[in-house]
């Protein structure tokens, strides 16, 4: 081979493996939900496609359009997107799964169209995402514009759940992240079709130890008007205990049952001192009992569940 040969070779080798990476690249589906959306949801469709397509990254965006009042879906239909209209409004849940079933990919990166995540991050999210199962953009930046009659309960909900996982979770229901689909149809029957889909997710992936990466992002204040009322904290405190007994029921169970016993040694004790035994502190004990001996039962079922879901 002559010197000219082997300098044409060796570049060719070079450019090659320069080429490797954004080769080994996996392709993503954005699924946007939308629900009366259309003041924003073309500028945040922009943003994403200039963004992932800066970064060489490929993609599909898919936008489902929730039975919009409003022009929603004739913003999306001007934009080089797949539009996934639903038969009636079902819910952020829904309009997600539904996202995820149109999908290319196994990778799916979900998104909100009110213009409140950054979507300049989406590429360190993906490159995160080579290393994990799952990657949430948590909303603990310096700019974070969450109102404040929500955090309180956003607060205590979140402590909540981080002490039944028994782990930190910087944002539990972050609108913003990627996961793998093969993963979330595992756990598809106890996805919910409102907002606790996020949360539930969440809570899935780290009690079944999933690797779960967080990305700090700021948060802006959204355009357009909310659809989370103050009722839906309810839903996500009665979903994070269905899922943590699902998952991890003597997390649940073992405090509960030990708040009955003490309870019920204290008065043993007390009654003791008066020579006269109650029927409260019997029955305290016995509830403990049982509440631990449930534990224990729903502890089974939820180790045989998760091994035959593996």
Excluded at 34 to 52: H, M
Excluded at 156 to 168: D, N, T, V, Y
Excluded at 243 to 265: D, Q, S
């Amino acid at each position: 081979m002559s010197d000219v040969q082997q300098k044409q070779a060796t570049g060719a080798a070079v450019e090659k493996e320069d080429a490797a990476p954004a080769l080994t690249r996996t392709p993503v589906s954005v699924v946007m939900p939308a629900y009366n959306e259309e003041l924003e949801v073309g500028n945040q469709i922009e943003r994403i496609q200039a963004v992932l397509e800066r970064a060489g990254w490929p993609y599909e965006l898919i936008v489902v359009d929730d039975v919009s009042t409003d022009g929603t879906a004739q913003v999306v239909s001007r934009h080089r997107v797949r539009l996934v209209r639903q038969p009636r409004n079902r819910g952020y849940g829904a309009a997600l799964k539904a996202g995820m079933a149109a999908s290319l990919h196994d990778w799916i990166l979900i998104t909100d169209a009110d213009g409140t995540y950054p979507a300049d991050m989406i590429p360190s999210m993906l490159e995160k995402m080579q290393d994990h199962d799952m990657v949430v953009a948590a909303r603990v930046g310096e700019k974070v514009s969450i109102p404040w009659v929500r955090r309180p309960a956003k607060w205590i909900l979140g402590r909540l759940a981080s002490f039944l996982a028994e782990q930190p979770i910087p944002d539990l229901n972050s609108g913003q992240r990627i996961f793998k689909k093969s993963l979330a149809q595992q756990f598809e029957h106890l996805l919910p079709s409102g907002f606790s889909f996020t949360t539930t997710i969440t809570l899935a992936l780290l009690c079944t130890d999933r690797s779960v990466a967080y990305v700090p992002i700021n948060y802006e204040k959204r355009v357009g008007q909310s659809k989370i009322r103050a009722r839906h904290a309810y839903d996500f405190l009665l979903l994070i205990l269905r899922t943590m007994v699902y998952f991890n029921p003597l997390r649940v169970f073992l405090p509960l049952g030990a708040i009955f016993f003490l309870a019920g040694m204290a008065k043993f004790i007390y009654d003791i001192f008066l020579w006269n035994l109650s029927e409260s502190a019997v029955m305290s004990i016995l509830t403990a009992i049982i509440l631990w001996s449930v534990g224990l039962l729903a502890d089974q079922l939820s180790r045989i569940n998760l091994a035959k879901s593996k």
